[in-house]
């Protein structure tokens, strides 16, 4: 069952299911965040510093009212940049329960930004006006490209891309604003040739107020230990700063119209 329709019983309000929460979160959107990550994932990331999340059930369940005040408590550290992310697992999982969160904080003032990687997104225009929603209660999207070619996109994370780069030109359009972000892992997301054609559809994009490049780490291999579930990137070492320095220079100065069409 997913957990986008969960429902609290009699009430009607929606309920989330959180793996944990972040009080003073300063990387995911501007200022100081009070993070919720949800539980759920599809992917698969062979990279993945949180296997934990990916079950769809247990966690901590709550309210949108609930998970507001929980987070409204730190209000006075937030100041004029700060707020709530929601993060994941895959945040979109739970778009209702968001959808209540933002608008929640919105009516309070309060920032939102939503962290996700795109893979539940579709076209479907039940999906869309639904997505609107959320959209209007949002003030900024963190977009997680895990790769840009398709196939090496399944090989990574077991799903294909196109829907995750349909999404980001969706968000262009309706002139959203945005972070991408691209992990970088050696051997397998540093192709000097992908990483052009990444640069390139960033390019097309507008309202992208950053492009992250963030290093891959090991910070997470415990948890897949726990989990018993292999880890197939043991052999994989964290970038050098000069193998992340050259990503970020590809990014920032190649030509990137041949990779257009």
């Known amino acids: 069952m997913g957990l986008e329709n969960k429902k609290q019983e009699n009430t009607g309000e929606v309920k989330g299911y959180i793996h944990s929460i972040e009080s003073f979160g300063s990387v995911d959107g501007p200022g100081v965040r009070y993070i919720f990550f949800l539980k759920g994932c599809h992917m698969r990331c062979r990279y993945c510093h949180n296997p934990d999340t990916w079950d769809m059930n247990g966690g901590e369940c709550m309210t949108a009212e609930e998970a507001f005040q929980k987070a409204y408590r730190y209000r006075t550290y937030w100041k004029d940049k700060g707020g709530i992310t929601v ?3 895959e945040a979109l999982l739970q778009i209702d329960f968001v959808i209540e969160l933002f608008k929640i904080a919105k009516s309070k003032g309060v920032n939102t930004v939503l ?4 893979n539940p997104f579709k076209k479907d225009p039940e999906y869309l006006k639904k997505f609107d929603e959320l959209l ?3 003030d900024l999207i963190l977009l997680d490209i895990k790769h840009i070619d398709e196939q090496k996109h399944k090989d990574l994370t077991g799903w294909s891309n196109k829907n995750i780069l349909e999404l980001a030109q969706y968000l262009s359009e309706k002139e959203k604003d945005m972070w991408i972000r691209h992990v970088l892992v050696p051997g397998i997301t540093d192709d000097e040739e992908d990483l052009r054609k990444l640069g390139a559809f960033v390019k097309t994009l507008s309202h992208v107020k950053r492009f992250e490049v963030l290093p891959y780490h090991t910070l997470g291999l415990f948890k897949w230990e726990q989990l018993g579930i292999d880890y197939s990137l043991s052999e994989v070492r964290p970038p050098s700063k000069e ?3 050259k990503a970020n220079q590809i990014l920032e100065t190649e030509n990137y119209t041949e990779y257009l069409d």
């Open 115 to 118: 962290d996700t990687s795109g």
């Open 243 to 245: 193998e992340f320095d």
């Open 136 to 138: 209007s209660y949002t």
């Open 87 to 89: 993060s994941g697992g």
